[in-house]
């Protein structure tokens, strides 16, 4: 497989074509950005353990049945992934109330959720990404019912999956973010990235955050958190 040219730059990666049209090549960024891309930093060291982290939960949830876009790691920043079209809906849940859930709705963070809270959001960069409803979704033609209940159902095997993952590790995952996109044949794929950048995860002892609210919080050393958490997942993965 080579590489040819820049399909995308993202805010933590970038993403190439490849000689073969089914296939796209990600690099991770040693970048951090917070409200939005506002707040731009670089990170030595981040973009090698996000790919890593990436790495094992991707083969963690193919061991488990959910069909994903991972195909396979070829250096310490770079995967090959199967080319999909986006959804442009980024699917949110939360086991336990934090970051906007908090701001929001005026509840005591670390409230526990449940049922489980399921969030959609239409993935603008120009628009901020605002919170999006399944009518306003299915009025835009962003996705079709059918898909919407996968991204639920999905969304939810997932989280079972790594909150059962995290538990054994003495983690706890608070919420994350989960992006999909569709085969050539039209079948849903999960996408993107799985690092603590698109989730909470904390030290279920100390309470302390080991993900990308460390960046946000200036509360520390992002790459020590996420060091952690792929020396954890090293034990058991
Ligand atoms: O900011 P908020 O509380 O809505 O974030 C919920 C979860 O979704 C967090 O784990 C956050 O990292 C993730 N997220 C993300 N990308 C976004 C928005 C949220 O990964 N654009």
Redesign the pocket.
Known sequence: IKQESLKYTGKAKTVYTTNDPDILWVHYLDQATALNGKVKETITGKGALNSEISHLLFDYLTRKGIENHYLKKISATDELVTALDIIPI?V?SRNYA????VSKYAVTPMTKLEPLVQEF?FKSDALD?PFINDSQILALNLATSEELAQLRRVSQDVNQLLHALFEQIGIGLV???LEFGRTATGDLRLADELSP????LIDTLSGKSLD?DIFRQHSGDVTVGYRDVLNRLQQVI
């Open positions: 980024e949110v934090s970051g906007h859930f959001y990404d919420d994350f973010k950048d698109n989730m909470r990308k």
